[in-house]
């Protein structure tokens, strides 16, 4: 359900419309050391792509880069393993940067208590 293969039609939101800045379905994990880029969208239908992305990342021992700055949208599910991954990273003592910028992270997380947890940058550290 929801899977789509290289080459189909562009993600639109539930309403029908083009989805701003266009991303790939999953995660982008970029090349080289430790960093990671979220999708546009990080939701249930994505879920399976961002935990086999961020599984990736938790064995590395350097700090790791999560650029925020294409997330549109992220739901609970999202956040969750997003969250999972922090307390996973954070048990064995590594750490975890933000690059960029997203609201709507910010405010879900603010929504679920998560804020805290998360350790995410205030606005005025993220601006371009």
Do not use: Y
């Amino acid at each position: 359900m929801n899977k789509r293969k290289p080459g189909t039609a562009p993600r639109t939101t539930r309403r029908g419309r083009p989805a701003r800045n266009t991303q790939p379905a999953g995660p982008e994990p970029k090349a080289g050391s430790g960093a990671f880029a979220l999708a546009a969208e990080c939701t249930v239908a994505d879920a399976s792509s961002l935990k086999s992305g961020l599984a990736k990342l938790l064995a590395d021992t350097d700090p790791v880069t999560v650029d925020i700055s294409c997330v549109q949208r992220i739901d609970t599910a999202g956040l969750q393993l997003i969250a999972a991954f922090m307390l996973a990273r954070e048990s064995q003592g590594r750490q975890v940067q933000w690059k960029g910028a997203a609201p709507a992270i910010v405010t879900a997380a603010r929504l679920l208590g998560l804020s805290t947890l998360l350790k995410l940058p205030a606005a005025a550290e993220t601006a371009p």
